[in-house]
């Protein structure tokens, strides 16, 4: 997987280890860290692009993040995508979830999925809530969700 940072610089080393180098230098620093994990997807004729992020909290003092973009001719529904979405975010959750562990920081799962039945997203809002609680991990939906549904969809748009 390529990640880079937001300014554009690739990430030539593995993400678990530029988390973990992140980690290390914020909290030298002084900064206590969130981290927050999204994915948003938009299609864009016969292709779909999906953004996964890794967004870093500095309590008080902003934030970074690191951002994987990726294309698929995969055709989705509305609700086959949302969830591809959480599964992406679960995956990268999952990698790094033992570093956050190890470094004391909370991590969230952020849902691109309205909580408002009359939108097409909440098809989804049931199993992606049951798959990210059901890996034991925090989880957000709009309009909380701001690492999905503002972070990852800058991205993609």
């Known amino acids: 997987m390529l990640w880079r940072k937001f300014n554009g ?3 030539d080393i593995p ?3 530029a988390v973990e180098k992140a980690i290390r230098r914020e909290t030298a620093n002084g900064y206590h ?3 927050c994990i999204g994915t948003d997807s938009q299609v864009k004729g016969a292709e779909t692009e999906f953004a996964t992020v890794i967004v870093f909290l500095r309590e008080g003092h902003g934030g970074f993040m690191f951002i994987h973009n ?3 001719r995969q ?3 509305i609700k086959e995508r949302m969830l591809v979405e959480v599964a992406r975010s679960i995956e990268i959750a999952y990698e790094l979830c033992n570093l956050f562990t190890e470094y004391n920081v909370d991590m969230e799962v952020h849902a691109d999925i309205n909580t408002n039945p009359n939108f097409k997203s909440n098809d989804a809002l049931k199993e992606a809530m049951g798959y990210i609680l059901g890996m034991g991990f925090a989880f ?7 690492a999905s549904s503002s972070c ?4 993609v748009n």
């Open 152 to 155: 990852a969809n800058k991205v």
């Open 70 to 72: 990726e294309k698929t």
């Open 33 to 35: 860290l969130k981290v």
């Open 15 to 17: 993400i678990r280890d």
């Open 140 to 146: 957000k939906a709009k309009p909380e969700a701001f």
């Open 9 to 11: 610089d690739p990430i």
């Open 75 to 77: 055709k989705y529904t």
